[in-house]
């Protein structure tokens, strides 16, 4: 799974690990936010009106989830395929908690997630994000701004301000799952690419079999102790 702030390269990452992974024999599946056939266009209509509560997000994305679990992770999974996600589930918790709601809620709301064998945090920091941000996307949107918080005078300043506050959550969320974080800032696209491949090269190479254990609290407890 790799994880990750808006704009800090993760579609361009998962895509060039997808590639090698086929290269080597691999059969992969990828996935990512908002791509379910049930939810996507209906999460897109509900963002236009820029009048979404944190609750509604956060159940919409689930639902998102929910149904890309049933239908796309669980049988690639069943059938021995690699599942590479453009984010997980970690993205829903940092957005719902930097709009201060309770981590203990938004956790509860995606206790049926799976275990991911490993997420990968590509980490950055806010000079380099707003650099790729303006430089290679040509501007920043609403909701990625954090326009809902009322967070500065502009779409640049409130971006500013929230994404630091989504940082500043995935490093907590990082020491506590115990990601394998990537440094980004300053590094090519090439260099980001290899620390990947050292990173999940062990993963795919040992005997897999699907974990069904459930993302409830007493599982994270487990992970957490490295049991």
């Known amino acids: 799974m790799i994880e990750g ?3 800090v390269g993760r579609t ?13 024999g691999h059969g992969v599946v990828e996935t990512g936010w908002t791509r379910s056939e049930l ?9 236009e009106g820029n009048t979404l509560t944190r609750e509604t997000f956060g159940l919409l994305y689930a639902t998102d989830f929910a149904d890309r679990l049933e239908n796309q992770v669980i049988p690639a999974l069943r059938s021995g395929f690699i599942v590479i996600s453009d984010r997980y589930v970690y993205t829903a918790f940092a957005r719902y908690t930097v709009r201060g709601g309770s981590r203990e809620w938004i956790r509860g709301v995606f206790g049926f997630a799976l275990i991911p064998d490993i997420v990968l945090y590509l980490h950055t920091d806010m000079d380099s994000l707003v650099k790729r941000v303006i430089g290679a996307r040509g501007g920043m949107d609403y909701w990625e701004s954090g326009m809902d918080m009322h967070l500065g005078n502009d ?9 630091q506050r989504m940082i500043d959550e995935y490093e907590h969320m990082a020491k506590e799952f115990k990601f394998e974080a990537i440094e980004t800032s300053g590094r090519t696209i090439e260099q980001i690419h290899d620390d990947l491949r050292e990173r999940i090269e062990p993963v795919v190479r040992r005997p897999r079999k699907v974990d069904v254990s459930l993302l409830d609290p007493k599982a ?3 992970k957490r102790a490295g049991n």
């Open 155 to 163: 779409l640049y300043d409130s971006f500013c301000v929230y994404q």
């Open 12 to 24: 361009t990452q998962v895509e060039r690990l997808r590639n090698w992974l086929e290269v080597q």
């Open 39 to 47: 939810m996507s266009s209906l999460i897109d209509l509900a963002k």
């Open 5 to 7: 702030t808006d704009g």
């Open 220 to 222: 994270l407890d487990l």
